[in-house]
């Protein structure tokens, strides 16, 4: 997928669906759950047994669907992300900065995400080519923190993941994020197996979007 098309992806949609599964099925069913929910952009994380699996599945089931964004995440160094890559996911998140991954997601023109929590840390994330910042945890921080980043540097483009629910990510919008990473909020049911409220969350999470004013 062109790179430019990924990242559009992603700020258009803004709700990024970050999945941990015990189990490729698992993770098969909530990719679906949330698709179904309008939930378009899905990270699976390096967590999941046989997660390239997983993608090549998920690539091959959505082939042509140009609005279904996949990408992987707990990538923690340059190696992994080529293997993600290899397998199909057209982005790369990482819970921290690593140079030599940004310079290989660089290579192959795949947006690289990684996780920072400070101002120095962005900074040097973007210097490496990071097209989104993942501010994680973002339960660290309010949305203040955009606020306050985008005023020395209001190119940045950031990503809070960690502690963004139905409550507050309104708040995280209009502060200023150009996407918003769930998890545990959104995929928690898949553990009894309740994927029909999987998509019930994803479409509350989607109408929630729409209410915010960006």
Same mark, same amino acid.
């Given at each position: 997928?062109?790179?430019?098309?990924?990242?559009?992806?992603?700020?258009?949609?803004?709700?990024?669906?970050?999945?941990?599964?015990?189990?490729?099925?698992?993770?098969?069913?909530?990719?679906?759950?949330?698709?179904?929910?309008?939930?378009?952009?899905?990270?699976?994380?390096?967590?999941?047994?046989?997660?390239?699996?997983?993608?090549e599945q998920l690539v091959e089931k959505y082939r042509g669907g140009k609005e279904i964004t996949i990408g992987v995440g707990t990538v923690? +160094?340059?190696?992994?992300?080529?293997?993600?890559?290899?397998?199909?996911?057209?982005?790369?998140?990482?819970?921290?900065?690593?140079?030599? &991954?940004?310079k290989l997601c660089n290579l192959y023109q795949t947006p690289y995400m990684p996780g920072c929590l400070t101002v120095t840390e962005i900074?040097?994330?973007?210097?490496?080519?990071?097209?989104? %910042?993942?501010?994680?945890?973002?339960?660290?921080?309010?949305?203040?923190?955009?606020?306050a980043v985008h005023a020395p540097i209001p190119q940045a483009n950031m990503m809070p993941t960690g502690g963004v629910n139905l409550d507050?990510?309104?708040?995280?919008?209009?502060?200023?994020?150009?996407?918003?990473?769930?998890?545990?909020?959104? %995929?928690?049911?898949?553990?009894?197996? +309740?994927? &029909?409220?999987?998509?019930?969350?994803?479409?509350?999470? %989607?109408?929630?979007?729409?209410?915010?004013? %960006?």
């Open positions: 997928m062109n790179k430019l098309r990924v990242l559009s992806n992603i700020e258009v949609q803004k709700v990024v669906a970050v999945i941990r599964t015990d189990t490729e099925e698992q993770a098969l069913k909530v990719v679906d759950a949330c698709i179904e929910g309008g939930i378009k952009a899905v990270e699976l994380t390096y967590s999941i047994p046989h997660v390239e699996n997983v993608i923690l +160094d340059a190696y992994t992300a080529r293997q993600a890559i290899f397998a199909g996911a057209t982005f790369i998140v990482s819970p921290s900065f690593d140079a030599a &991954t940004a900074k040097e994330a973007m210097e490496s080519g990071a097209d989104v %910042v993942k501010v994680f945890p973002g339960s660290n921080v309010s949305p203040g923190f955009l606020k507050n990510i309104k708040d995280w919008l209009e502060a200023g994020a150009i996407a918003v990473g769930i998890g545990g909020n959104l %995929v928690a049911p898949a553990k009894m197996g +309740d994927y &029909t409220k999987i998509t019930e969350l994803a479409r509350q999470y %989607v109408a929630k979007v729409k209410e915010a004013s %960006v």
